[in-house]
């Protein structure tokens, strides 16, 4: 089969979260499998970009509302991830620093939308599905089989990978107005709640419909920030399949940005390298437990409950652990947790800002990683912590619990408790604590989940399985 993914992200090229690691692994296991797959993506203004070379595929244009826009499609040349990258470059537009956060973010993404199937319009053949990712993308089902010029195209299957809910690329109906002609009977399909809703109209529009993880769908049958009723409604296209890590990244037996490689074999001495290295640089106490947590500082990661945790942690336990955090968001979160490292400057460190490089050398020296999270449609962290012998800690919700048993019932690895809250976190923190007094079953826990495999291979099947059944 031949696959077009197209998304906003792709790690290596521009990562802010799952998105990223999803589309830059996905395809490389869907190639492995036999198929082709293909990824196309804004061109961001990204170091990958400058290193790598480029051969220009097509160029076009379109309008949008009053305006129109050159679009040039350039692909990388050297298959340097192990399957096809394309890069939409629109000059003044996706050329920017940042993925997100612009204010003409709608203009932004629409008009990626639309020149991606411009540039489709013109191939040769057809590709046998269509795969679409979150919001930013999530429009390409409705132009595909109701704008005019693109109505060619709409025997393609299309499918939509749901990775976030919360946010779903709303816009007022003025916006409209910059899809390419439409067939304006179908303006119900476009709305939601009295505005123009992407995400919703990809759910009613893609011929299948699915989030990364089946516990996240099934959460979202029942909360879904207004989307409840229509996914309920739609729920015979839904389904969940468990995102998996890639492999070939993700391995602390090759993994380049750790001081010292390991396996499940010398997973004790391997893990207490990159420990030491770490607690030399921060001047930890090495014979503490490390703590870490990596995200985003936001709501749905619970992390505003970071700074009242760590506190009344040391409050209540004293200073018997350490704790360090790589994130960034929310700034009043970033301003709480960089003031307590006046008062815990021996035991506690807080980095602000995303360093990839940093999140392996945490993944890779920490022996416990916390995610409380109120919303995880999948987690990504978890798997990785767990690859790297690192216990995870998490909130039973969508994907963690999906992938976290708890060590106290059979065959359980983590930490898990129920509640986004200072008290849950803390009793989690105190078995954590007790855990890593006790050597015997900590070492027995690690050695467990490091040997659970949650590479792509078994998910990657499930999504041709899911191609093939909307074949038309
Ligand atoms: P989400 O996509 O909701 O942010 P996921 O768990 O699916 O959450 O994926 C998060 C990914 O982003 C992981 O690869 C994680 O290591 C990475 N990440 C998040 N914040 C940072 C950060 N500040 N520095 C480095 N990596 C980060």
């Known amino acids: 089969m031949e696959i077009l993914h197209v998304s906003a992200e792709c790690y290596p090229v521009a990562k802010a979260g799952g998105l990223a ?7 490389k296991y869907q190639q492995e499998l036999g198929h082709i797959a293909k990824v196309v993506m804004p061109m961001h203004r990204m170091s990958f970009l400058y290193k790598n070379e480029w051969e220009v595929v097509h160029k076009g244009w379109f309008r949008m509302g009053e305006s129109s826009f050159d679009f040039t499609i350039i692909k990388e040349k050297q298959n340097k991830l192990g399957f096809d990258l394309y890069c939409v470059d629109i000059h003044g537009l996706l050329d920017r620093e940042k993925i997100y956060g612009y204010d003409d973010d709608t203009e932004r993404f629409l008009a990626f939308q639309v020149s991606v199937l411009e540039w489709l319009s013109k191939w040769n053949h057809q590709p046998d599905v269509v795969h679409v990712h979150d919001h930013h993308t999530a429009l390409i089902p409705f132009m595909m089989k109701h704008c005019f010029a693109y109505r060619h195209l709409s025997q393609i299957p299309t499918i939509l990978t749901i990775h976030n809910a919360q946010y779903q690329g709303w816009m007022g109906w003025d916006k409209a107005t910059y899809l390419p002609a439409w067939d304006t009977w179908k303006w119900g399909l476009l709305e939601w709640d009295h505005t123009v809703n992407s995400l919703a109209c990809g759910i009613k529009c893609a011929d299948k419909v ?3 993880s089946p516990g996240y769908m099934a959460e979202l049958m029942q909360s879904a920030n207004g989307l409840e009723h229509l996914i309920s409604h739609e729920s015979s296209k839904c389904s969940g399949i468990l995102n998996g890590i890639d492999y070939s990244v993700w391995n602390p037996e090759t993994d380049t940005y750790i001081l010292d490689n390991y396996s499940v074999e010398d997973a004790d001495s391997g893990k207490k390298l990159n420990k030491k290295k770490l607690c030399d640089d921060l001047q930890f106490d ?16 619970a992390a505003d409950l970071l700074p009242a945790v760590i506190s009344s942690a040391f409050a ?10 790589l ?33 392996h050398q945490l993944y890779a020296g920490a022996d416990f990683l916390l995610m409380p999270s109120r919303v995880e449609p999948c987690g990504l962290n978890q798997m990785y912590s767990m ?34 809250s200072i008290d849950d976190v803390l009793h989690a923190m105190e078995r954590a604590l007790g855990l890593y007094r006790d050597k015997d079953q900590f070492f027995q826990i690690r050695e467990r989940m490091m040997r659970i495999n949650n590479s792509w291979e078994n998910s990657a099947s499930s999504y041709i399985a899911l ?3 909307i074949q038309k």
């Open 210 to 212: 699915n989030t990364v």
């Open 21 to 27: 690691d999803v589309v830059g692994s996905l395809p």
């Open 467 to 469: 191609y093939q059944s």
């Open 327 to 359: 994130g960034n968001g929310m700034k009043q979160v970033e301003e709480a947790l960089d003031y307590l490292r006046n008062h815990w400057f021996d035991y506690y460190h807080s980095q602000i800002e995303y360093n990839e490089k940093f999140s």
């Open 286 to 301: 090495i014979n503490l437990p490390l703590f870490v947590f990596i995200g985003r500082l936001v709501h749905e990661k």
């Open 387 to 420: 690859r790297y012998g690192t216990v995870p800690m998490v909130r039973r919700t969508g994907g963690l619990n999906d992938t976290v048993i708890d060590f106290g019932e059979k065959e359980g690895y983590g930490i898990c408790f129920n509640h986004a």
């Open 316 to 325: 209540r336990f004293g200073p018997v652990f350490n704790f360090v955090v």
